[in-house]
C-alpha cells in the first residue's frame, strides 16, 4: 500500500530521481580522478575499478559493496544512493579520492 501511495502521489520518482543525481555526482568525482568503470550506469549504483590497495584504504572510511574481483590487483566495487544518501557524504567521499 505503502508504495503504492509513493506511486500515486508521484513521491517514489522525485526520491528516485534524487538518489540519481546523487549518484551521477559520485561518478563525476570517480571520473575526475580517472577512476575506471566497470559499466556505465545511468542508475543509482556506480560501479567503478579500483586497485585492491586503494578498496582497503576506502573500506576505512567509506561504506561500499564489493561487486568481484576484476583480476589478482584489481576489485569492481558497488556504491548505492538513496533517498537518504547525504550530500555531506559524498563530499566527503570525493575528499578521499
Wanted: aromatic content about 12%.
Amino acid at each position: 500500500l505503502q508504495f503504492a501511495l509513493m506511486l500515486e502521489s508521484g513521491e517514489y520518482f522525485e526520491r528516485t530521481r534524487r538518489a540519481d543525481e546523487l549518484a551521477m555526482q559520485i561518478k563525476r568525482a570517480f571520473a575526475a580522478k580517472g577512476i575506471p568503470f566497470w559499466v556505465d550506469s545511468p542508475t543509482n549504483q556506480q560501479f567503478v575499478v579500483v586497485e585492491n590497495g586503494q578498496m582497503e584504504e576506502l573500506a576505512k572510511k567509506v561504506s561500499f559493496g564489493f561487486w568481484e574481483e576484476l583480476d589478482e590487483t584489481h576489485t569492481v566495487i558497488r556504491f548505492a544512493t538513496s533517498w537518504a544518501t547525504r550530500p555531506e557524504s559524498l563530499a566527503e567521499l570525493e575528499r578521499l579520492l
